[in-house]
């Protein structure tokens, strides 16, 4: 390819300040060092944990940064010692890194990996390389990555645990939204939740996460799953995925939770919040059936609010759990995952309603944060 070992010149959208437009600007990206990758991003879609991180009212965000972690794209080269990789490879990169040796990755409980800080925001975690370097320099400054994939530039570094190998035939367009939004929303169904055949489900917010995991219920064998959104307009979705029944809030003359327990005489097994928030916490928990109901906490809101909890709630025989990535061990499951999708076990498509070209990255936030959009893939 001619660039390998050098320095590429390349269009990247960077957030130099927070609660401002991303400014599309020529970047350097370096080349890869031992066990690094450099990939060439084709697709990348939106997602509102980008967006959080540039929100003034998060306070930890390191600036200035290449944001983006759902994106697929082709190895453009490799650095020394990666043997899982070649030049021209199909991948997806990966917030949550798999090494395959230490504790967590060797334990079947968790996708945890101690390359993650465990300690940190995982929203500013993995913001430099591991010489705590940076790949990307503009303007003679050097950027911070995000989440150790940045995707939102023609070219990104990510360490070869960061990064799966996938089919060659695959539709980068739409495999990029296994990079988090889908496996997330589907796998917090099957692997966190643990959802039962023959079960009650509410899943509230209904974006591409809270989309996927209806998906997730549907396949796990839920009986009926209730879903809850103040937009009336996600419903037919929602629907279409197999949802049994639409709830908007600020169209009910009671909370949210109050009209799940009387449709579900007491409550659901099984509540999964996609939203975030202390009022949809709440709602979550409180519409879960005590002796057995299940929380699964997926979205978080831009200033990380909790929840208040009281032991009685514990102790009457509810649980809450949380997901991230969607449980999935990052690097062995996204492969069987996107061969599924070409296997046609789910739909992606019914996700996407809207590809843009990748100048008109601005316009996809606004479409975004005004909730006009499910999820958004940009192109290069």
Same mark, same amino acid.
């Given at each position: 390819?001619?660039?390998?070992?050098?320095?590429?010149?390349?269009? $990247?959208?960077?957030?130099?300040?927070? &609660?401002?437009?991303?400014?599309?600007?020529?970047?350097?990206?370096?080349?890869?060092?031992?066990?690094?990758?450099?990939?060439?991003?084709?697709?990348?879609?939106?997602?509102?944990?980008?967006?959080?991180?540039?929100?003034?009212?998060?306070?930890?965000?390191?600036?200035?940064?290449?944001?983006?972690?759902?994106?697929?794209?082709?190895?453009?080269?490799?650095?020394?010692?990666?043997?899982?990789?070649?030049?021209?490879?199909?991948?997806?990169?990966?917030?949550?890194?798999?090494?395959?040796?230490?504790?967590?990755?060797? /334990?079947?409980?968790?996708?945890?990996?101690?390359?993650?800080?465990?300690?940190?925001?995982?929203?500013?975690?993995?913001?430099?390389?591991?010489?705590?370097?940076?790949?990307? %320099?503009?303007?003679?400054?050097?950027?911070?990555?995000? *989440? !150790?994939?940045?995707?939102?530039?023609?070219?990104?570094?990510?360490?070869?645990?960061?990064?799966?190998?996938?089919?060659?035939?695959?539709?980068?367009?739409?495999?990029?939204?296994?990079?988090?939004?889908?496996?997330?929303?589907?796998?917090?169904?099957?692997?966190? $939740?643990?959802?039962?055949?023959? /079960?009650?489900?509410?899943?509230?917010?209904?974006? !591409?996460? &809270?989309?996927?995991?209806?998906? +997730?219920?549907?396949?796990?064998?839920?009986?009926?799953?209730?879903?809850?959104?103040?937009?009336?307009?996600?419903?037919?979705? $929602?629907?279409?995925?197999?949802?049994?029944?639409?709830?908007?809030?600020?169209?009910?003359?009671?909370?949210?939770?109050?009209?799940?327990?009387?449709?579900?005489?007491?409550?659901?097994?099984?509540?999964?919040?996609?939203? +975030?928030?202390?009022?949809?916490?709440? $709602?979550?928990?409180?519409?879960?059936?005590?002796?057995? +109901?299940?929380?699964?906490?997926? !979205?978080?809101?831009?200033?990380?609010?909790?929840?208040?909890? /009281?032991?009685?709630?514990?102790? *009457?025989?509810? %649980?809450?759990?949380?997901?991230?990535?969607?449980?999935?061990?990052?690097?062995?499951?996204?492969?069987?995952?996107?061969?599924?999708?070409?296997?046609?076990?789910?739909?992606?498509?019914?996700?996407?309603?809207? %590809?843009?070209?990748?100048?008109?990255?601005?316009?996809?936030?606004?479409?975004?944060?005004?909730?006009?959009?499910?999820?958004?893939?940009?192109?290069?």
């Amino acid at each position: 390819m001619g660039t390998k070992g050098k320095v590429i010149k390349c269009k $990247a959208a960077i957030a130099w300040e927070t &609660g401002k437009p991303l400014c599309i600007e020529e970047v350097e990206v370096a080349p890869p060092k031992a066990h690094e990758v450099r990939v060439q991003i084709i697709a990348t879609a939106l997602c509102h944990t980008d967006a959080h991180l540039i929100n003034p009212k998060f306070k930890e965000a390191l600036l200035p940064v290449i944001l983006g972690h759902e994106g697929a794209g082709i190895v453009e080269s490799v650095g020394p010692g990666v043997t899982n990789f070649k030049p021209g490879d199909k991948v997806i990169p990966l917030y949550m890194p798999q090494c395959r040796k230490c504790k967590f990755c060797l /334990s079947p409980l968790t996708n945890f990996c101690k390359k993650l800080s465990l300690v940190k925001n995982p929203l500013v975690d993995q913001e430099l390389m591991e010489d705590k370097t940076s790949r990307f %320099t503009c303007k003679g400054k050097p950027i911070y990555h995000f *989440m !150790g994939t940045s995707t939102f530039t023609q070219y990104t570094v990510v360490s070869d645990i960061n990064l799966a190998k996938i089919d060659d035939d695959a539709n980068l367009e739409r495999v990029c939204l296994f990079g988090c939004g889908f496996s997330t929303g589907y796998g917090a169904a099957i692997n966190n $939740a643990k959802v039962t055949p023959g /079960s009650t489900c509410a899943v509230f917010g209904l974006g !591409g996460v &809270g989309l996927s995991a209806i998906m +997730g219920c549907k396949v796990a064998g839920a009986s009926r799953i209730i879903a809850i959104d103040i937009n009336s307009e996600k419903f037919t979705k $929602a629907k279409a995925l197999g949802a049994t029944d639409c709830l908007n809030p600020r169209n009910l003359d009671k909370p949210i939770q109050e009209v799940i327990i009387e449709m579900t005489n007491g409550g659901v097994d099984f509540a999964l919040d996609c939203a +975030g928030g202390p009022e949809t916490m709440r $709602a979550a928990l409180d519409s879960t059936i005590v002796g057995w +109901g299940s929380c699964t906490f997926i !979205g978080v809101d831009s200033e990380m609010r909790g929840l208040m909890v /009281s032991p009685v709630e514990l102790i *009457m025989g509810r %649980t809450i759990n949380g997901t991230c990535f969607g449980g999935w061990k990052s690097i062995d499951s996204i492969p069987k995952l996107v061969t599924d999708y070409k296997n046609k076990k789910f739909d992606l498509d019914i996700l996407v309603t809207h %590809t843009l070209p990748f100048d008109k990255i601005n316009e996809a936030f606004d479409l975004m944060n005004q909730g006009k959009s499910i999820r958004i893939v940009l192109t290069f």
